[in-house]
């Protein structure tokens, strides 16, 4: 990996043995929006023999929300659809199809394979929750201090980024301690990693 290997390195490390071994492996990559999970994936997939699954493809549409979503930590997510499609059939062995959902335009896009076997990197928010956990052979959290999330998110989202400071970010902070997310996994502070 380039840049910042440094920091990545112990999940680097954690990952290539898992991937080493044969399978199917599930890990879980979550953490604050702006701390970078994403491209830290993308990383990894350059690296490891893996495929990447996101969880902004399980967006719930709006309609099938319940009214006070804004309030409630992961009640925007259909995390269920992502374990009875993807998960479950990848931890039997079974090839896996999946519709993702295009939360800005309201959309389902086109249908997605994952193959069986090997690892299966899970990456974004709510990737933690309680409900999936004992699907998991790694889990890891990426942090990063609010000066860092503001800026990095300003700069990614711009206009957008009001959404994230009014909503998006205080959902994810109680998620956060709602669930204890960031025990019993690596946690990796990326704020000063580019």
Known sequence: MSGSETGFGPALARLEALAAVPGPHIAAIDGRCGSGKTAFAQRLAENIACTVI??????????????????IPCAN???????????EPFLAGQ????LPYDCR???YRQARM??????????????????LADLYDERILLTCDSQT??????DREGTRFAAF?????PLEERYIREFSIGTDCLVID????V
Request: hydrophobic letters at 35%; glycine letters at 8%; proline letters at 6%.
């Open 54 to 71: 996101h969880t902004d493809d399980y967006y719930l549409p709006m309609e099938r929300r319940v009214p006070d979503w804004r309030k």
């Open 105 to 107: 335009n309201g959309t």
């Open 190 to 193: 990326t704020s000063e990693l």
């Open 165 to 169: 400071e009014s909503t998006w970010i």
């Open 114 to 131: 994952v193959p069986a076997g090997g690892l299966l990197l899970v990456e974004g928010s709510y990737a933690h929750h309680p409900s």
């Open 95 to 98: 090839i896996g199809t999946y």
């Open 77 to 87: 997510m259909d995390l269920m659809r992502l374990r009875q499609e993807v998960l």
């Open 149 to 154: 999330q503001r800026r990095r998110l300003m």
